[in-house]
């Protein structure tokens, strides 16, 4: 424990020998055992703050800059374009369509995963985590084997005239799969943690079950359905490889925000691709933004929350 | 009669006990929606590409499996990611230790920007990451005098993988890293450990079960991985192919059957990736309590 000594502050503090016996008592420019010295905090805190700018900060600012590269002319032309704004709609139809229902599938698995014991439990919820450990490219590859003009069900949907593949129901089957875990994941040990007694209190005084459910569970959970919301509508809006299998690529018809910044950059139209590709930057930031705040304000109550 | 046979039914309900009951209504209604719709939705799709990869004799699965231009995209799809996880947990752990146990001003942004990862989309992340460090792009400019080239190689593939992987490390190793007790730490110091000590020896084994789950988060996540590494890749055949490419490069030709058994490979896993990190969360909450 021999550190060196940094000469005494001004204040009234005990003396270098009283220092060396409790060097953890000492308060000041002597940093207490359990820590680094100043200068490797210095040295590891701009490293972390360097390789966050450079990995993290750099390709965000550089969605904006090159949005904006030709002035602001160019991006509101790049965004009023007519495919443009269909991609948009269709983004926007495919996350309304999607991130309902896996909410709604949410709240029925953690009501039963958290409220009821019954065999094969742990094995449900690692089936619940399942699209998180594969690849988007094979969901949307399931789909194709399912749906399309080759797959099991083909002949039976080109005889009546349905399409899946290459139209919005498979974009839509497509982006639920990769999104299902997400509200799931938030509800399910909080649910957990909460237990069953305010729901059986509430039964007791005579609530019938959905009462319950509606005057009691879901306050309960509000805060951690949104966040679960949150995520899910991100990744819904934004989701890229599932929806590249099955989409077909059809501009103006089958093609969401993220397919129209690929086919536009591939053309070398950067411009126009960076800056749709700037809209969904700003989403992800008003969901980080909206996700924070959330962590800030209801910690407590999203408790049992962690990364994935 | 009765006294006999809830006796002898007794070792069965052990290994596969009854539900529990309860007075809460909706059991059935919510499982029965959610195993429906999760087997609808995941299940039963996924049971197509195993089905499709049965209707292969063996040979012909073999044949495609061990196809060249597939055993370079899984050998490209795996390495960039191990190399990246590497990466992760590397600066992952440091970013970790510096959002815990310091105070500096911007921390809380650093803290949100970190899962930056997770809220943009892959695709938007491939162009930006593509631009950057492209030869004439502001970070591939200043490393093409270097005779360093990220983008449209190898390295363009790995930079891609880490941006994605790395809140997956940082996420996992952070709460175990605040509810460390400090009280070990102090222990190890008042004993005469040196601070560099005290760090090897309490505090990275504490954190060993988080940084190996982050690590596998990580690389799972990594090898599927399309949206944010085409762009940057330059999708060389043998060279800067990622497995997942290739699947889509394969539908996109028809080959429906060398799609369906690269996929069957990576769907395998994929599912072992699964069970590692459930066992090594479990292994961890066994450790710590919780993480």
Not at chain 1, 213 to 222: A, D, G, S
Not at chain 2, 53 to 80: K, N
Not at chain 2, 272 to 277: G, M, P, S, T, Y
Request: aromatic share 10%; with cysteine.
């Amino acid at each position: 424990m021999d550190h060196p000594m940094p000469p005494a502050p001004a204040s009234p503090t005990p003396g270098p020998s009283a220092a060396r016996a409790f060097p953890s008592r000492r308060r000041g420019r002597w940093h207490p055992p359990t820590t680094e010295t100043a200068p490797t905090r210095a040295v590891l805190i701009a490293g972390a703050v360097l390789f966050l700018l450079l990995v993290l900060l750099a390709p965000l600012i550089s969605v904006f800059a090159e949005a904006l590269a030709d002035g602001l002319p160019g991006y509101v032309a790049a965004l009023t374009d007519p495919e443009a704004l269909s991609a948009i709609r269709l983004t926007l139809l495919v996350a309304v369509l999607s991130v309902p229902l896996n909410a709604l599938f949410g709240l029925a698995a953690a009501w039963a995963i958290a409220k009821f014991e019954f065999p094969g439990k742990s094995l449900f919820i690692t089936v619940i985590d399942l699209p998180f450990s594969i690849s988007p490219v094979i969901a949307g590859l399931v789909y194709v084997l399912v749906y399309g003009a080759h797959g099991v069900l083909g002949p039976f949907l080109q005889a009546h005239d349905l399409q899946v593949v290459f139209a919005l129901p498979g974009i839509v089957l497509a982006t639920m799969f990769v999104t299902v875990p997400f509200v799931a994941r938030e509800l399910i040990p909080l649910m957990q943690e909460q237990g069953t007694g305010d729901e059986e209190a509430a039964l007791s005084l005579g609530a019938s079950g959905w009462q319950t459910f509606w005057r009691v569970t879901l306050p309960n959970v509000k805060w951690a359905l949104l966040y679960g919301v949150l995520l899910c509508n991100a990744r819904a809006m934004g989701e890229f490889g599932a929806v590249a299998v099955v989409s077909g690529r059809i501009r103006g018809f089958t093609n969401t925000m993220p397919l129209q910044v690929e086919i536009l950059y591939n053309e070398y139209n950067t411009v126009a691709a960076f800056a749709v590709a700037s809209l969904l930057a700003v989403l992800a930031l008003a969901t980080l933004v909206l996700k924070t705040l959330l962590e800030w304000r209801y910690g407590d109550a999203l408790m049992a929350r962690r990364g994935h | 009669m009765t006294g006999q046979a809830s006796l002898s039914s007794r070792p069965l309900a052990r290994l596969w006990p009854r539900r529990r009951p309860s007075v809460l209504p909706g059991f059935g209604l919510t499982l029965g929606f959610a195993v429906f719709y999760l087997g609808l939705l995941v299940l039963l799709p996924l049971a197509a590409v195993f089905l499709r990869a049965a209707g292969l004799t063996p040979e012909a699965f073999w044949a495609l499996v061990t196809h060249p231009r597939t055993i370079a995209a899984l050998r490209v799809s795996f390495g960039a990611s191990l190399v990246a996880a590497f990466i992760n947990v590397g600066f992952g752990a440091l970013t970790a230790w510096v959002l815990v146990r310091y105070r500096f001003p911007g921390r809380r942004l650093l803290d949100a920007v970190v899962d930056l990862p997770f809220a943009l989309p892959t695709a938007v992340a491939g162009i930006a990451l593509s631009s950057l460090y492209a030869v004439n792009g502001p970070l591939g400019g200043l490393l093409a005098p270097l005779g360093i080239k990220v983008a449209y190689t190898w390295l363009g593939v790995v930079v891609a993988l880490t941006f994605i992987g790395l809140p997956f490390v940082v996420r996992t190793v952070q709460p175990v890293l605040e509810d460390l007790d400090k009280g070990q730490e102090e222990a190890a110091a008042t004993l005469g450990a040196s601070r560099w000590q005290t760090l090897r020896r309490v505090v990275l084994p504490a954190l060993a079960p988080a940084l190996l789950t982050g690590f596998t988060l990580a690389f799972a996540r990594a090898v599927g991985e399309y949206g944010s590494v085409i762009f940057i890749a330059g999708n060389l055949p043998y060279r800067t192919e990622i497995a997942p490419l290739l699947i889509v490069i394969q539908l996109g030709e028809y080959n429906y059957a060398g799609a369906t058994a690269l996929a069957v490979v990576m769907l395998v896993i994929a599912f072992v990736l699964l069970l590692a990190i459930n066992l090594l969360q479990a292994w961890s909450r066994r450790r710590l309590g919780g993480v």
